[in-house]
């Protein structure tokens, strides 16, 4: 909307500059361009702003296929004024000389030749087309069919319009219509998704399998082992109590050897003992034989009174002094058994 200001009796209008002006002074062409800025009378002016800027248009309509089910259709269109002067002539974009606006809708008035025009040629197109083919490839075959039929209009082209672009968003059936669609295909994705389930649990199986199988032969292993080495201790305990035996034998037969010799030392020492006790014998009896009697009476009583008890007092009664100098006086007879003592 252009921006009017007014001063001394006169209007000023300022435009922005995607802002065409036409500006009509007693019927004859006072300003015509962009981004003008002047003054004018306002008794005598008419003026029209139209945009030049590029404008987007949304447009969501019904259409019916071929199989007679009906379609939502959710497009943009992006057009602009190309000929802001035959715009101006074909369209009302007068704007009020006091406060700057438009007088009539003339953006309604496009939309609605835009969004007809659009809507005529999708509907042609998808009434010649089943459902699952518009679903299928419906947004660009629906696209394509508006692009050349808002470009081949001629009376856009005489309102000084060209669309730009044209892009469709979406083409949906009813809800209904929709859910049973989706059932095919969900069904296929839970299909796949369950296969897949599946193989997971196989493979994890597959798996535990393999490991329980490793663990048994992993056991299987061991016991083998501990065989081994139970047959081994066996082996080594019965080789250990070979060798002690071996050298229990050979300890035995060495002590047995040592106490033989020990034994036949000790005979021989006792025979030379014996030979030496029984010379020394000899010789003492020897000795004794040609001894006189009274000497060996002498050692007699010596070797009688070395094994005598202690005698620490004795006591001597009248009878036995008497007795005992009685038999010391009587000289002994030879041929008597003292007279030999």
């Given at each position: 909307?252009?921006?009017?200001?007014?001063?001394?009796g006169?209007?000023?209008?300022?435009?922005?500059?995607?802002?065409?002006?036409?500006?009509?002074?007693?019927?004859?062409?006072?300003?015509?361009g962009?981004?003008?800025?002047?003054?004018?009378?306002?008794?005598?002016?008419?003026?029209?702003?139209?945009?030049?800027?590029?404008?987007?248009?949304?447009?969501?309509?019904?259409?019916?296929?071929?199989?007679?089910?009906?379609?939502?259709?959710?497009?943009?269109?992006?057009?602009?004024?190309?000929?802001?002067?035959?715009?101006?002539?074909?369209?009302?974009?007068?704007?009020?000389?006091?406060?700057?606006?438009?007088?009539?809708?003339?953006?309604?008035?496009?939309?609605?030749?835009?969004?007809?025009?659009?809507?005529?040629?999708?509907?042609?197109?998808?009434?010649?087309?089943?459902?699952?083919?518009?679903?299928?490839?419906?947004?660009?075959?629906?696209?394509?069919?508006?692009?050349?039929?808002?470009?081949?209009?001629?009376?856009?082209?005489?309102?000084?319009?060209?669309?730009?672009?044209?892009?469709?968003?979406a083409?949906?059936?009813?809800?209904?219509?929709?859910?049973a669609?989706r059932?095919?295909?969900?069904?296929?994705v839970?299909?796949?998704?369950?296969?897949?389930?599946?193989?997971?649990?196989?493979?994890?199986?597959?798996?535990?399998?393999?490991?329980?199988?490793?663990?048994?032969?992993?056991?299987?292993e061991?016991?083998?082992?501990?065989?081994?080495?139970?047959?081994?201790?066996?082996?080594?305990?019965?080789?250990?109590?070979?060798?002690?035996?071996?050298?229990?034998?050979?300890?035995?037969?060495?002590?047995a050897q040592?106490?033989?010799?020990?034994?036949?030392?000790?005979?021989?020492?006792?025979?030379e003992?014996?030979?030496?006790?029984?010379?020394?014998?000899?010789?003492?009896?020897?000795?004794?034989?040609?001894?006189?009697?009274?000497?060996?009476?002498?050692?007699?009583?010596?070797?009688?009174?070395?094994h005598?008890?202690?005698?620490?007092?004795?006591?001597?009664?009248?009878?036995?002094?008497?007795?005992?100098?009685?038999?010391?006086?009587?000289?002994?007879?030879p041929?008597?058994?003292?007279?030999?003592?």
């Amino acid at each position: 909307m252009a921006d009017i200001t007014r001063r001394f009796g006169l209007h000023h209008l300022c435009a922005v500059p995607t802002a065409h002006i036409r500006h009509l002074r007693r019927g004859r062409v006072a300003h015509d361009g962009a981004g003008l800025a002047f003054r004018f009378r306002p008794l005598t002016a008419a003026i029209s702003e139209v945009p030049v800027d590029d404008r987007e248009l949304a447009m969501l309509f019904h259409a019916r296929t071929s199989d007679f089910q009906d379609l939502t259709v959710q497009a943009t269109l992006t057009y602009r004024i190309t000929d802001p002067a035959t715009a101006a002539t074909r369209v009302d974009f007068g704007i009020d000389p006091g406060t700057g606006s438009w007088r009539a809708a003339p953006l309604d008035q496009l939309a609605t030749l835009l969004t007809e025009t659009a809507q005529q040629h999708a509907l042609g197109l998808l009434a010649r087309t089943p459902l699952a083919t518009a679903l299928a490839d419906g947004v660009r075959t629906v696209r394509e069919r508006m692009a050349d039929g808002l470009t081949n209009e001629p009376r856009i082209a005489e309102t000084g319009l060209a669309v730009i672009a044209v892009r469709v968003v979406a083409l949906r059936p009813e809800p209904e219509v929709e859910r049973a669609l989706r059932t095919p295909a969900r069904e296929l994705v839970q299909q796949e998704a369950d296969r897949a389930t599946f193989e997971r649990r196989a493979v994890a199986v597959e798996h535990e399998r393999g490991i329980a199988e490793n663990e048994l032969a992993n056991r299987i292993e061991l016991a083998r082992r501990e065989e081994q080495l139970l047959a081994q201790q066996g082996a080594n305990r019965r080789l250990q109590a070979k060798e002690e035996a071996a050298a229990d034998r050979v300890a035995t037969e060495a002590e047995a050897q040592r106490r033989t010799r020990l034994t036949a030392a000790e005979a021989q020492a006792a025979r030379e003992l014996g030979d030496a006790r029984a010379a020394a014998e000899a010789a003492w009896l020897a000795a004794h034989q040609q001894a006189d009697p009274a000497v060996l009476r002498a050692l007699a009583l010596m070797r009688l009174a070395e094994h005598l008890p202690r005698i620490d007092s004795v006591t001597l009664t009248p009878d036995v002094l008497t007795g005992l100098l009685a038999r010391l006086g009587t000289p002994a007879t030879p041929g008597t058994p003292g007279a030999q003592r």
